[in-house]
């Protein structure tokens, strides 16, 4: 039986101490494939969860907040009988772990933030944010997809990696345009984070892309200096979706990480 007032939809594969993984904007939990694989293998517990009206969790109202979408994540915990995990989340779903963090705090044994901004929505932003929610809602994401995915990935990405572009480029036509408006609202909507960095006492690694354009390296290293126990990475030939593009390198970032804290 689910506190939460929606069925959300997650992967959950291997056993051991749990990782919850959230996923990017407007993406899916299909986007931690590779992390899902190389977790469980590993010896961890991964669950990737689809964010509230994203992926496969449905959802029609019209904002889902940061904090809905982690209060769904801690429901989805309790079902699963998870007291405690690691919690990773990229670019959105960064917000959404500083938002856990900050409602649940004993649940969360550590945290990976990558492709992160800890920084609130300013009025340019919240204004931009409100006119691409209005653009998805009229014209639906097929027009929009084209364009979005050079800054999405690296240049090598785009170049050598046609199996990850197209994936990104699935992933994103399949986001359904109610969802993808309601998380931009949400967006615009969240905190300023930054004011909560302080409070952050659980081991964090913060990992950036090299060549993201979406999050730069400046607003990892404003998170870095923010938590006290925290380690910075950055990826090279990498961009905002850090974990399709260097699978390899990005796990053993996270592996390693985690075998330290447990
Ligand atoms: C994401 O990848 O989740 C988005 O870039 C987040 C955002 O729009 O701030």
Redesign the pocket.
Known sequence: MSLSEIETAYDDAGSGPAVLLL?????DRSMWREQIDFLSAQGWRAIATDLRGLGETKYSGDVTTMEDMARDVAALMDDLEIDRAAVCG??????VAFEFARLFPARVRALVLA?A?AQGADEAERKS?EDKAQDVLNDGISPFVEAMLPD?LAPKTLAEKPVVVARVREMILRTDPRGAAAA?RG?AARRDYSADLADVSVPTLIIAGREDV??KPDDAELIHRGIAKSVLAVIDDAG??MNMEQPEVFNRMVVNFLRLIH
């Open positions: 996923h990017g904007f407007p993406f990229l670019s959105m779903g960064s917000y492709g901004r944010r999405l931009q967006m979406i999050r905002h979706l």
